[in-house]
């Protein structure tokens, strides 16, 4: 199993642009969740979804952010538009009852 | 709702010494507790996990940990650390029945030569 994919590893772009992070979750999870680290704050769950349906976005920043799954095998994370302080390491995490499996992580600098 | 503390933030141990990292969660319900370990530039792994049954919980690269419901705690120890056990590590709680994980503020664990 190749376990987690997140894509891109590095996103660079310009304050004001849209930014899509990619994830595909390992096969036969039904779960997915999206967290954000940073030093100030740690590790943020952002939302997470069972069985493609979102269950929890209580800790979504704010409207410029959105997330969805269309499918079991991926999920889209969406910051538009962006703002430097959306810098951070976002990494998507799958599960199937208890233990996450976490992907590399997309370090995402916005200037 | 869960909570977890990791009261130190980093911990210097020299190398072939034991080490003791502590967590202490709080939870109305039962609870699944976690260890996960982070490298420099990389996610997070999984270093053992307590689910039910027996509370010491033996995980990889050598790593234990306790369960402890009446102290609400999960210490994480191993009794002789190396070098390339130099990472973050990060306790984390989930409520029985709820996928959702709440994660520490992590502990960083440095290995002196």
């Known amino acids: 199993d190749a376990g987690v994919i997140q894509s891109p590893r590095h996103e660079v772009t310009e304050m004001g642009q849209e930014v899509t992070l990619r994830c595909k979750p390992i096969?036969?999870?039904?779960?997915l969740f999206w967290y954000r680290q940073t030093m100030m704050r740690g590790l943020e769950l952002l939302i997470y979804?069972?069985?493609?349906?979102?269950?929890?976005d209580s800790g979504m920043p704010e409207d410029r952010f959105s997330a969805k799954m269309p499918n079991a095998s991926f999920s889209t994370l969406k910051i538009q538009p962006s703002e430097p302080r959306d810098s951070a390491v976002y990494f998507c995490a799958s599960s199937l009852q208890g233990g996450y499996t976490f992907g590399s992580g997309t370090r995402l600098t916005v200037v | 709702a869960q909570s977890v503390t990791q009261l130190d933030s980093q911990v210097p141990v020299f190398e072939e010494a034991p080490v003791e990292l502590r967590c202490n969660y709080s939870s109305s319900v039962s609870v699944y507790l976690f260890w996960y370990v982070q490298y420099p530039n990389q996610g997070l792994q999984l270093l053992l996990k307590y689910l039910s049954g027996s509370t010491l919980v033996k995980g990889i690269n050598g790593f234990e940990a306790e369960f402890n419901k009446s102290q609400t705690s999960f210490h994480l120890r191993k009794p002789s650390v190396h070098i390339s056990d130099t990472a973050e590590y990060f306790c984390a709680v989930s409520d029985f029945g709820n996928e959702k994980l709440t994660f520490g503020t992590g502990t960083r664990l440095t290995i002196i030569p």
């Open positions: 096969s036969g999870h039904n779960s």
């Open positions: 979804f069972n069985n493609n349906v979102p269950i929890d």
